[in-house]
C-alpha cells in the first residue's frame, strides 16, 4: 500500500486554491462540500467559481486577484490544491506547501502530490473513497459508479440513526460480544429497512422495544418479507432495491415466471424455494403460499418472495401481505416494470402514442372454461391500445368477441413471447388471422398480447429482435 488513505475532520479549516478557472471550480465544488474556508489566489477568477463561493456564504472566503507570489499565500492552510495551466508556477507551489509541512495536491500531476483526491460516494455520514494514487483516476471513477449502484441513496440515514442511539445502545448493552450481535442485526434487517424507507419515528420505537429485550437476554428473531417485482425477465431490468433485498434475504420463494438468472442473484446460502403455479398444475395453493410467507416471517427469516413483472398487477401481490399485515410482521413492497412495460418497450411498440393511443388498459385474458368474460363493449373503444395478460389459450375467443363488438378485423394485434429475454419473439397479425398465425408459430407461456394501432410502430421501432419475427 503506498498511499496512506485517512479521513480529516476539515469544516472550518482554510484550503488555498491557487488558480481559477473550470478545473480550479471543480475542486472548489469539494473542498465546500466538506466545509471548508477558502482563499482563491489567481489572476483571474472564473464566474463559475465566484458563483460557488457566493452560495457558500455562510463561510468567509477570501479572493486575492493576482499570481501567486509565495509561501505567505499559504498560511494557516491545512490543504493547497493548485489548478493552473502554469507548470512553473504549479511546481513552486508544490515545493512551498512542502516546506511549510502542508498537504499538497497538483491537478494531473501526482509527482508533485502530497495527498490525493479519491472518488467518491457520499452518502453522509458515510463516505466511501476509492484512490489509485493518482495512477489511474479513471479506474478510481468506474469502481466508484459500481458502488454507487450497491448503496441505496438514503443510506446515509442509517448511519445517522445509528450515530444517534450509539451511547443508549452502549449504556443498555455493556458487553461488547452482544453490543456487536445487536447492531449486526439493526443494520441488516428490518429496522434499517424502516429507516431507508422514511420511517424513522417507528424504526426509532421498535429499537427501543428491541433494546430493551436484548438486555433482557432476549433473542433479535423477528422476521421480514420482502414482495419483489423480478421484472419481465432481464435480469438487469431489476431495481437496486430489488437486488439489495434479494441478496439480503435467507430465503427466497419464487415462482416459474421468475428467470433463473435472477434467482441465482440472491445469497450463495440462501435457501431457494420454488412455489411456481400453471394452468392446470397448482402445485402450490395461493394459500399454502401465504401460509409460508407468514410462517417463515415468524421463525425469524428474513424472506424474499420474487414475483414476475409487478407484484401488483396480475400478480396477487395484495393477498400474500394481507395475511402479513393482520399478523403484524413487517413487509416490504418493491415494484417492478410490468410484463406490459417491458414487452411493450423490448418489442418497439410504444403503449401511448399521440398519433395512434391516448390510453391504454391492462386486461386479464385467461379462459374461466372457454369463455373470457369481460365487459367487451367497453373495451372496444378508439384510441386505447389494449394489452392482455395470460392470454395465450383465449387468444381466439379475445379475436372474436373484440371483433363482434366493435373493433375492425384489420386492427393490428401482436403477441410477444418470452419477452426481454434473449430468445424474445414478436408474431403481429390482426384480429381477424392472429388466432391461426399464432397457430402456426407454436408460441410458450411467457407471452402478452397487445392490440391497438401503436403496434403498427413494432416493425419501424422493433429495436430488440434476437428472433425472426413472423408477420
Same mark, same amino acid.
Given at each position: ?49 465566484? +458563483? ?23 498560511? +494557516? ?99 461488547? #460480544? ?5 447492531? +449486526? ?224 378485423? +384489420? ?24 388466432? #391461426? ?35
Amino acid at each position: 500500500m503506498e498511499s496512506l488513505p485517512l479521513f480529516h475532520r476539515a469544516r472550518g479549516r482554510l484550503a488555498v486554491l491557487v488558480g481559477g478557472g473550470q478545473v480550479a471550480a471543480r475542486k472548489a465544488r469539494l473542498l465546500l462540500a466538506a466545509g471548508m474556508r477558502l482563499r482563491v489566489v489567481a489572476p483571474a477568477i472564473g464566474a463559475e467559481l465566484r +458563483e460557488q463561493l457566493a452560495a457558500a456564504a455562510d463561510v468567509e472566503h477570501e479572493l486575492i486577484e493576482r499570481a501567486y507570489e509565495g509561501v505567505g499565500d499559504l498560511s +494557516e492552510a491545512m490543504l493547497v490544491v493548485v489548478a493552473t495551466p502554469d507548470a512553473a508556477v504549479n511546481a513552486r507551489v508544490a515545493a512551498d506547501a512542502e516546506a511549510r509541512g502542508t498537504a499538497v495536491n497538483v491537478v494531473d500531476t501526482p509527482a508533485l502530490c502530497s495527498v490525493y483526491f479519491p472518488a467518491l460516494v457520499d452518502r453522509s455520514p458515510l463516505t466511501v473513497a476509492i484512490g489509485s494514487g493518482g495512477a489511474s483516476p479513471v479506474l478510481a471513477r468506474q469502481l466508484r459508479s459500481r458502488i454507487e449502484a450497491m448503496l441505496p441513496a438514503s443510506l446515509g440515514r442509517v448511519a445517522a440513526f445509528a450515530g444517534r442511539w450509539r451511547e443508549a445502545v452502549a449504556r443498555a448493552l455493556p458487553d461488547l #460480544e452482544q453490543r456487536r450481535r445487536f447492531w +449486526e442485526w439493526l443494520l441488516d434487517g428490518p429496522l434499517a429497512n424502516q429507516v431507508l424507507a422514511g420511517r424513522e419515528s417507528q424504526a426509532a420505537a421498535d429499537l427501543e422495544q428491541a433494546l430493551e429485550g436484548a438486555a433482557r437476554g432476549e433473542g433479535l428473531d423477528r422476521g421480514e418479507v420482502y414482495l419483489i417485482g423480478a421484472g419481465p425477465g432481464d435480469p438487469d431490468l431489476l431495481t437496486f432495491k430489488a437486488l439489495r433485498l434479494l441478496q439480503q434475504a435467507d430465503i427466497v420463494l419464487y415462482d416459474r415466471l421468475v428467470n433463473p438468472e435472477i434467482v441465482d442473484l440472491a445469497r450463495r446460502d440462501a435457501e431457494r424455494r420454488y412455489v411456481g403455479k400453471r394452468r392446470g398444475d397448482h402445485s402450490v395453493p395461493q394459500a399454502d403460499i401465504n401460509q409460508q410467507l407468514l410462517d417463515l416471517a415468524l421463525e425469524g427469516r428474513r424472506v424474499a418472495r420474487l414475483k414476475g413483472g409487478d407484484p401488483f398487477i396480475f400478480g396477487r401481490g395484495g393477498e400474500e401481505i394481507e395475511l402479513l399485515a393482520r399478523h403484524g410482521v413487517p413487509f416490504q413492497v418493491v415494484p417492478g416494470i410490468t410484463a406490459a412495460s417491458g414487452a411493450a418497450c423490448y418489442a418497439g411498440i410504444p403503449l401511448t402514442h399521440r398519433d395512434h393511443a391516448q390510453s391504454v388498459r391492462f386486461v386479464a385474458g385467461y379462459l374461466k372454461g372457454d369463455r373470457v368474460d369481460h365487459d367487451w363493449a367497453s373495451l372496444c373503444r378508439p384510441g386505447e391500445t389494449l394489452v392482455f395478460y395470460m392470454g395465450l389459450l383465449g387468444l381466439p375467443e379475445i379475436c372474436r368477441q373484440l371483433q363482434q363488438h366493435g373493433l375492425a378485423a +384489420e386492427t393490428p394485434v401482436a403477441l410477444v413471447e418470452r419477452a426481454t429475454l434473449p430468445d424474445q419473439r414478436t408474431i403481429t397479425g390482426t384480429l381477424a388471422d392472429m388466432p #391461426e398465425r399464432v397457430a402456426a408459430a407454436m408460441p410458450q407461456a411467457p407471452t402478452l398480447i397487445i392490440v391497438g394501432d401503436v403496434v403498427r410502430l413494432h416493425g419501424d421501432l422493433g429495436w430488440f429482435a434476437p428472433r425472426q419475427d413472423a408477420g
